[in-house]
């Protein structure tokens, strides 16, 4: 169904230090400003936190996928066998939203090999996506009203 995702999704893990990168930038530059007593605009203030949020979002979810296998090409016992666990065997299969990966055991108990802040990061950095959306139209309008 969303066979087009599949190409940028392969990418993602290795543009995640950019996107990490751009977001620090932005935060940084916006500190700087702030310092030298330059005050933004409440609606510059709001697109640069959008920024950060999808930033950091796309970069941790590409992380999610590098380091939880999700995107290994190979069978899921080799991915086992390199991250010291045993394959379980499982008939569920990886997820790509909630990030899920849970083909390896480790004592009997399922293993998801997708970090546990994973998930959360990426549901925090939407929030806040939105978030910082909304501020700015608000913002946007009410400059619109006083002027």
């Keep these: 169904m969303f066979d087009f995702l599949l190409v940028p999704?392969?990418?993602?893990?290795?543009?995640?230090?950019?996107?990490?990168?751009l977001a620090a930038g932005?935060?940084?530059?916006?500190?700087?400003?702030?310092?030298?007593?330059r005050r933004p605009r409440p609606a510059a203030l709001w697109a640069r936190l959008a920024v950060v949020a999808l930033c950091v979002g796309l970069a941790?979810?590409?992380?999610?996928?590098?380091f939880g296998g999700v995107m290994w090409m190979s069978q899921p016992e080799d991915l086992c066998l390199v991250s010291g666990l045993l394959y379980s065997g499982s008939p569920e299969p990886a997820s790509l939203w909630p990030l899920h990966n849970p083909a390896c055991e480790h004592g009997g108990v399922p293993v998801d090999l997708v970090p546990g802040y994973v998930n959360p990061v990426v549901y925090a950095a939407i929030g806040l996506f939105g978030a910082s959306v909304a501020g700015m139209v608000v913002s946007r309008r009410r400059l619109r009203r006083t002027v």
């Design 9 to 21: 999704l392969l990418f993602l893990p290795l543009a995640a230090p950019a996107f990490l990168l």
């Design 26 to 37: 932005v935060v940084v530059h916006t500190a700087v400003v702030t310092a030298r007593g």
């Design 60 to 66: 941790v979810y590409g992380m999610g996928l590098l």
